[in-house]
């Protein structure tokens, strides 16, 4: 914790100080230098491919270019300095015509899914600590089946000889075990299905025997498993999918931001 | 929330393997093989075991030997060495890193393919790069006519090397560029305002540069002339005209003669005085008029509906309201200044415009008055006329006198004061031409009238609109009661400009709002 401290301090710190630096560079120069959007675009240029790298860099991970833990702390500071250098290149104005547009649309929502993914990994882990119970993502189907197959001796087994959890399991938990449910609702931290469940296993526990209520109390235990593994496959979904919107647009950014550096000297001033 | 859920059991010594591409087919039922898909997504299982041939000393042939995990099968290899025991086949599945690479690929081809599209249509092209609406001067009908007549690309190509091509010339194009891609060196030490290539395509149709001094540095055209701003060009601002007018440097270097303009921040503060005031200069006009008199002079008559003489009576804007009409003598002077020379006859009136003519007319006076009698059916035209002639000779003797008189008498009593035709005591008078002009003889001894000069503006290099400033009396700028003179230039100086122009006042008082750059009209070849 004293460590994560000291990082966001010293990156807070990187940041506001190249964020004023270069404001005040903006303020001297802009005006001073003719060709000062030039200077600035190949900067943003450069800290765009920056950030860019960070994704390669996680594909190399046998080469020895530092913790990958200090690059995301480089990606996420630098991201947001880019920010401000985007303003800065802009001249604080909005952007005019159809292609620049584009441009500044895929940016705003590149930088937008950032701080969304940010927001993610830092609450969602969270989360999923209090929530307790650990499961590796790509485990989860197979977690999921066990429970099921679990689930379905107990209530449907050549054992099971009981008609109402027979019954009940078909009408309301098979579906229940077959897949992945309510997942934006345990995203938004809904406990309503799982509470719903619990509630209808309660009410079959005042008509069943004494065997029958040991069965429903492994079935609830099963359900509340379930419903955990379903939390987690919704929490670290979301860790994954923002990357979705994040990782390709960064790409679809750098095609656009190639044409517009070929355009702006195509059609600059200078050009022949 | 602080429920501690049981974690579900897994196999730790079964690694998930998140880093590959592909998983098992089977993994959602719960019995992925150890093996997995190989790198391209295809299942690699072939049977429970691989059999492997033993051949025990003595023996040629040797025998297949079940190797399956947990003990040998009861079957045993096939005779060919196969395995008798296949494991159906699964279809792998992608993980989400492949799903988000596919994601990738699709939003980099589509980018491209959107791109290529786009740029490979002129049309679109011109629309999609476009970083800004093109100002009216320079798109619409009157653009694209100038153009063709200029041999003209009538699209982005008019201005842009770049924009007469597709993509391959626009990368061409912006190879060429100077300064280049990696001139950093250049980015920093680039001259504002420097002319570049791109000014050669304003030459096209805007005959070189066309400065408001000869010895100014020329500055590119797109220094004050932003385009893509919209339907209006960006207005030139005072950092535009301050790039010269507010560096020491430049205006010295400028410097011709008694012109040399000093330093100039604002219109308040820096600006010099008028030069009409500082250098003294005066109306050359011969006219002469006394604009104090025609104000505030008891003499003068009011005017025939009963108004007071008033500026407005003879300075009226023009069509633009920007400035005056020029006042001319039929419109405004006429009214009181009939021209009347005989008080008997006032029908009878000089011309006005030609000493010639006047000549002429007074020579051809008993034409005049037979002309009169006939109009007023006269019955004794002859009699009418020698009555009109003998009394004009019993008052100026002859005809050359009267002559004289009426050019060059500039005495305002005596017998001309009877003539005029405007109400009771305070009758216009009609001394003669010189009483306004200056009259000279010519050589030919014929009288010479000078004809009067009057600028309809004095400060030729500023703008001014009337209308704009029609809520201000015009004697708060224009102090004609007490100007007796022709001479007086009835201008205000810069203080009274600056009252409200300036940020005290409240008033723009940018350059532009007075002052045009060029010397004139751009030209169109």
């Known amino acids: 914790m004293k460590r994560f401290r000291r990082q966001f301090f010293l990156g807070m710190f990187a940041l506001i100080t190249a964020t004023v630096g270069a404001l005040w560079l903006h303020v001297k120069f802009s005006q001073a230098l003719p060709d000062y959007a030039f200077l600035t675009g190949w900067i943003l240029f450069a800290a765009m491919l920056g950030l860019t790298f960070f994704n390669a860099r996680k594909k190399l991970p046998f080469l020895s270019l530092g913790r990958a833990e200090t690059w995301l702390q480089i990606h996420i500071y630098l991201g947001f300095f880019t920010v401000a250098l985007f303003l800065i290149h802009l001249n604080f104005r909005g952007p005019h015509g159809w292609f620049e547009v584009t441009l500044a649309w895929l940016f705003a929502l590149v930088s937008a899914s950032g701080v969304v993914g940010l927001v993610f990994s830092r609450t969602l882990p969270r989360r999923l600590a209090a929530r307790g119970g650990e499961a590796i993502f790509e485990k989860i189907p197979v977690l999921r089946h066990a429970l099921k197959t679990e689930a379905e001796n107990l209530a449907l087994g050549a054992d099971a000889k009981s008609p109402v959890i027979a019954e009940f399991y078909t009408k309301r938990l098979a579906a229940f075990f077959a897949g992945p449910k309510n997942l934006w609702l345990h995203f938004v931290e809904s406990r309503r299905p799982l509470n719903a469940l619990a509630a209808e296993l309660d009410d079959l526990r005042r008509f069943a025997n004494d065997a029958e209520r040991e069965k429903i109390a492994k079935l609830a235990t099963l359900v509340r498993q379930k419903d955990g593994l379903d939390y987690h496959r919704s929490l670290q979904l979301a860790l994954k999918l923002w990357l979705f919107v994040h990782i390709p647009l960064t790409y679809g950014l750098l095609v656009f931001t190639a044409l517009h550096v070929v355009l702006v000297f195509g059609f600059s001033g200078g050009a022949r | ?525």
């Open chain 2, 1 to 525: 929330m602080s429920e501690q859920l049981p974690s579900p059991d897994f196999d730790t010594q079964n690694y998930a393997r998140p880093n590959q591409n592909w998983i098992c087919g089977h993994a959602c039922e719960g019995n992925a093989c150890r093996q997995g898909p190989d790198a391209k997504g295809r299942c690699r299982v072939t049977a429970e075991c691989k059999p492997i041939l033993q051949i025990n000393p003595g023996e040629t042939k040797g025998r297949w030997r079940c190797t399956r995990p947990g003990g040998e099968c009861e079957s045993g290899p096939l005779p060919d060495g196969s395995c008798c025991r296949p494991v159906a086949k699964c279809s792998p599945v992608p993980t989400l890193r492949v799903w988000r690479g596919r994601a990738t690929l699709v939003v980099i081809a589509a980018s491209c393919a959107m791109l290529l599209i786009l740029l490979g249509n002129p049309p679109w092209r011109n629309q999609f790069i476009s970083p800004g609406e093109i100002s009216r001067t320079h798109s619409g009908a009157a653009f694209a006519a100038l153009a063709a007549t200029n041999h003209l690309n009538q699209n982005c190509g008019a201005c842009h090397v770049a924009g007469n091509s597709g993509p391959h010339g626009m990368v061409k194009a912006a190879w060429r560029a100077e300064p280049g891609f990696f001139a950093f060196h250049k980015f920093l030490a680039a001259p504002a305002g420097e002319v570049t290539a791109i000014d050669e395509s304003c030459e096209q149709c805007h005959v070189a540069h066309n400065f408001h001094h000869p010895n100014a540095a020329a500055i590119s055209c797109s220094f004050c002339h932003a385009e893509h701003q919209g339907k209006m060009m960006a207005a030139t601002t005072d950092a535009n005209c301050n790039f010269c007018h507010g560096d020491t440097a430049k205006m010295a270097a400028a410097h011709v003669g008694n012109n040399f303009t000093p330093v100039i921040h604002h219109f308040a503060d820096d600006h010099p005085q008028f030069r009409f005031i500082t250098e003294h200069l005066h109306d050359p006009d011969t006219l002469k008029f006394n604009h104090a008199l025609h104000l505030t002079g008891a003499t003068i008559p009011n005017l025939p509906g009963g108004a007071k003489l008033d500026c407005a009576f003879c300075h009226s804007p023009d069509v633009a309201g920007a400035f005056m009409k020029p006042v001319n003598f039929e419109d405004n002077c006429r009214v009181c200044h009939s021209l009347q020379f005989d008080p008997a006859t006032p029908q009878l009136a000089l011309p006005h415009g030609s000493a010639e003519y006047v000549s002429a007319f007074l020579r051809s006076l008993p034409k005049q008055y037979a002309d009169l009698a006939t109009k007023e059916n006269q019955t004794d035209e002859n009699g009418f006329v020698q009555q009109k002639l003998a009394a004009l000779r019993a008052q100026f003797g002859s005809g050359e006198e009267l002559e004289r008189r009426v050019f060059f008498s500039t005495a305002t009593l005596g017998p001309e004061t009877q003539i005029g035709t405007l109400s009771g005591g305070t009758r216009a008078l009609f001394p003669g031409c010189a009483l306004c002009h200056e009259v000279k003889n010519s050589s030919s001894g014929s009288p010479e009238i000078t004809k009067p000069v009057m600028p309809e503006r004095w400060l030729a290099q500023a703008k001014f609109n009337h209308a704009k400033h029609a809520s201000i009396a015009c004697a708060q700028c224009h102090d004609a009661v007490h100007s007796r003179d022709t001479a007086d230039i009835l201008l205000p100086a810069k203080e009274t400009c600056a009252t409200c122009h300036s940020p005290r006042g409240g008033v723009v008082d940018t350059c532009a709002t007075c002052h045009t750059f060029h010397n004139a009209l751009v030209v169109a070849r």
